[in-house]
């Protein structure tokens, strides 16, 4: 699998990003200092997580912040949509990534050490704001998925992060452990979807929270937006801050203070 990995899947990510020009050292900006980073800034944010590591795109980060662009930012316009480039051309592989692969795990990896460099020491808003984020049954746990973990723990919630399962009675069960009052799930294939709604069904009933907020996020939901209410979910989100956003709107109405 490594040797496979190595060979073949990782130089087709590579050549995914192959028109993006290689920065000289990560010293020269491509977008501009005042707006925070671009569209081609992510791409080469994505293009250095996959060909040169953790430390050339945390070079770019810690440049955008000696720049003065604050964390918020980098989150938003750098991060967040640089771990969703690299989902959608891991999904654009097809079997290779079916499993959590050795490129996959680097990939978190790298993420994760960003979102420790960057997070502040966020106290948390009370354990009422508890949100579970997890992965649509037999699905693996994506970059994205990383980044809506960090959006929401930034925003002071006290976040339960689900490893992959492979049934909806497994995600009930995590549900039933600790009193939740939103939980995000992404969906990022097809063949996900006849299954979900007689899901979030299940997470409803096992949930001690009858206003249990659920929230649809992942590569199905953005090329489906009517995903959410087609199948009894409160709302979806296409990214981080959307998905922070929507929660608090569920947490608001729920306690009457939106």
């Avoid at 399962?165 to 600790?178: I, K």
């Avoid at 296409?238 to 569920?250: F, I, M």
């Amino acid at each position: 699998m490594t040797s496979v990995i190595e060979g073949e899947v990782i130089p087709r990510l590579l050549k995914a990003y192959r028109h993006v020009e290689p920065p000289p050292h990560v010293s020269a900006r491509v977008g501009s200092q005042a707006d925070g980073p671009c569209d081609q800034d992510v791409d080469t944010f994505a293009r250095l997580l996959v060909s040169d590591g953790c430390g050339a795109a945390m070079a770019l980060v810690n440049r955008f912040r000696r720049d003065g662009v604050d964390d918020d930012a980098i989150y938003a316009h750098l991060l967040d949509p640089g771990a969703r480039r690299l989902d959608d051309q891991m999904n654009g592989l097809g079997d290779a990534f079916t499993d959590v692969s050795l490129a996959t795990e680097r990939l978190h990896r790298i993420l994760h050490e960003l979102d420790r460099e960057l997070l502040c020491d966020t106290e948390l808003r009370g354990l009422e704001r508890r949100v579970l984020v997890a992965n649509a049954p037999g699905e693996d746990t994506t970059c994205a998925d990383l980044m809506v973990a960090a959006f929401f723990h930034r925003a002071g919630w006290d976040v339960v992060e689900a490893p992959p399962v492979e049934t909806y009675d497994a995600l009930m069960h995590l549900v039933r452990e600790d009193w939740l009052a939103v939980a995000h799930l992404s969906v990022s294939r097809p063949c996900r979807v006849p299954g979900l709604a007689r899901g979030l069904e299940g997470l409803r009933r096992a949930s001690d929270n009858q206003n249990l907020g659920i929230i649809l996020g992942g590569a199905v939901v953005r090329g489906e937006p009517s995903l959410a209410a087609r199948v009894g979910a409160d709302g979806s989100a296409l990214t981080g801050p959307e998905a922070v956003e929507r929660a608090e709107d569920l947490l608001g109405a729920a306690t009457g203070t939106c």
